[in-house]
């Protein structure tokens, strides 16, 4: 078992590789009363076309059907899951993104019965026939669901209007029309091809003994038997530099107008370039010129053009990346000019030693409060493990960066071809 001891955070990691592949991280918080387990698989909704197990050619799966199958693998032929944990008094849950499934669970209590529960249950999948064609009609609603909120026909709207081809475009859940075709077959073929240990991390932190449950973890790993594993062969295809559409006009009964404004990011830019630094400077930047401090936050508010829905975000992967900025706003077509035209001066943009410091030090008491939290300790490690990164290399990270870096990134980020917009109007009458 391997020791990191990060001295800045005060925090000491415990990782291993098993023989199986699967990888384990620990993170023991003693004064925490709580104790929070997050099981990934990294196979997210853009894995549509790939190279089954034990097969050579390439087949393409239902949009939607890694949600599909985060869904299905919490019922099995006798009970559902959720039960097992309620019992044990667990809470717990799951999520699918772009790029992983996460299978998780907090608790205070019967931590070790817990960790067996989430192991067992995610690598034991029953599929049937009847249970598949039930749970289309349940996540038929929720994307009908979805789709009647303005908030997120926006935010894909938006990712819409930035991308020709590349299957971040579409939603996590798919539509209703792609689900239909799943099979139990389609399922069992994502599973045995992207749920194999070596494809996944385990990670923990919270009040537990490392070498007591990496004791525990191996041993329940060793009583199950998994094939070799094999190299996972993935397909994405090309995609344009420029966006797919530059301005996108969804019509949805709303009293007010939402207006997002999306950047593509270029990816060959990003390409062999610290990605955790990427994201830093991103968060740095976005924070000092967007958060409700910031310059242009101020200038947006004062000419009435946002309400307290404004927020940004970015998303970062191996082969995608956006940041999308927006919320309700009164007059559109003034918000995305004056948008707009604040991103473009970023490249003129000079910021004092003195700003760059305050940025510095900001983002720094922001990664150390988030310290605080189990559940974000946990989901953003195994984010950035996906992409080769150490999250709690974020503060040498920070306070390495120079103001040069911040500025020449500014001056590759912002171009013309690579903004959309996605506009939500209330429906006529």
Known sequence: MHKTYYDQIQETMYSKTLDNGLQVFLLPKQQMAKTFSVFTTEYGSIDQSFTPIGQDNFVTVPEGIAHFLEHKLFEKEDRDVFQDFTKQGASANAFTSFNSTAYLFSGTSNIKENVKTLLDFVQDPYFSNQS????????????????????????FGTIQSLYHHHPVQVDI????????????????????????PSNMSFFMAGNFDAEEMMGFIEANQQAKTFPAPEPIRRHYPNEPHSVAEPHKLIKMPVSTAKCMIGIKEDMNHIKGRNALQLEMIKSMVLDHFFSKSGAFYEELYQAGLVDDSFSYESH???????????????????????????????????????????????????????????????????????????????????????KEEVLNHLQAWIHEDRIAVCEIQPEEG
């Open 316 to 402: 970062l992967d191996k082969t995608f990346g956006f940041t999308i900025i927006g919320g309700n706003t009164r007059d559109p077509q003034k918000f995305q000019q004056r948008v707009k035209k604040m991103l473009h001066e970023l490249k003129e943009r000079s910021i004092s030693d003195e700003e760059f410091e305050r940025m510095k030090k900001k983002r720094i008491g922001q990664f150390l409060r988030s310290m605080n939290s189990l559940e974000y300790i946990a989901t953003t490690f195994v984010q950035y493990h996906h992409l080769g990164v150490d999250l709690f290399q974020a503060l040498p990270t920070i306070e390495s960066l120079t």
């Open 132 to 155: 598949v064609e039930k749970e289309k009609g349940i996540i038929a609603q929720e994307i009908r669901m979805y789709d009647d909120q303005p908030d997120w026909r926006a935010f």
């Open 173 to 196: 859940a798919g539509t209703v029309d792609s689900i239909q075709p799943i099979t139990k077959e389609d399922l069992y073929t994502c599973y045995h091809t992207f749920y194999h």
